[in-house]
């Protein structure tokens, strides 16, 4: 069965540092997403992205986030200069349609961890 | 702020008993609405999604809509120990994002 799938399962940076998440969606899928997970609260919406452009983002997606879809297959998430709040679980998903009931798929995620 | 709420318990009940956990959105635009398990250190995985009033079935697992009432839930019929897990809702608001409740632990006792 596809799956998405995410590198690395677990980074560790410095604050200030650069990271850069990766996502491999499912094959066919067209609308790409990043969520996140600080430890013991909710899953939030960071961005979506279609059509190689970002559809729509929070208000946690400030400048120092950024999305690209460098060729064919993969999807990341670059965070330019890390904070110690950035500390989370990071989930890359994916979707074949934007229709309401088109069901997102999660990849494992990546623990990101700023020290 | 469109919040979804939820019971973050934990939900307590014994091997082959139901399982009922409930959900609360604040969007009346909201078409669909999700429930994924989240076992610990792990990410969401899909359970159902419904989006009409009414129930749907699928296995051991239903799922209620009450778009009047702005309620959603998940019964879980003869609940395992390996059901044990916390389940969240998530609400679509236009077509694009869910919006996840902080999710209810359950906990299937053997």
């Known amino acids: 069965e596809p799956e998405v799938t995410q590198t690395p399962s677990h980074q560790v940076t410095q604050m200030g540092q650069e990271v850069i998440l990766r996502c491999v969606p499912i094959s066919n899928h067209l609308y790409f997403y990043w969520y996140r997970q600080i430890l013991g609260q909710k899953v939030e919406f960071l961005v979506s992205?279609?059509?190689?452009?970002?559809?729509?983002k929070s208000e946690i997606f400030d400048d120092q986030f950024s999305v690209e879809r460098p060729d064919g297959s993969n999807f990341t998430l670059k965070i330019r200069s890390t904070k110690l709040e950035d500390s989370a679980m990071y989930f890359c998903?994916?979707?074949?349609?934007?229709?309401?009931?088109?069901?997102?798929?999660f990849g494992p995620g990546t623990r990101l961890t700023v020290l | 702020q469109k919040e979804v709420e939820q019971n973050s318990g934990p939900l307590s009940v014994p091997e082959g008993a139901i399982a009922s956990l409930n959900c609360t959105y604040s969007?009346?635009?909201?078409?669909?609405f999700f429930w994924y398990r989240q076992y610990s250190g792990k990410s969401p995985e899909l359970i159902m999604f419904?989006?009409?009033?009414g129930d749907k079935e699928d296995g051991r697992f239903t799922a209620q809509l009450n778009k009047a009432s702005q309620y959603v839930s998940l019964l879980i019929r003869d609940s395992q120990p390996s059901d044990s897990a916390t389940y969240l809702c998530a609400v679509k608001t236009g077509f694009q994002k869910l919006v996840f409740g902080t999710g209810t632990r359950l906990l299937v006792s053997p």
């Open positions: 969007d009346r635009g909201s078409q669909s």
């Open positions: 992205f279609y059509n190689n452009e970002i559809s729509e």
């Open positions: 998903a994916s979707t074949n349609g934007g229709r309401a009931t088109d069901t997102q798929y």
């Open positions: 419904i989006y009409s009033n």
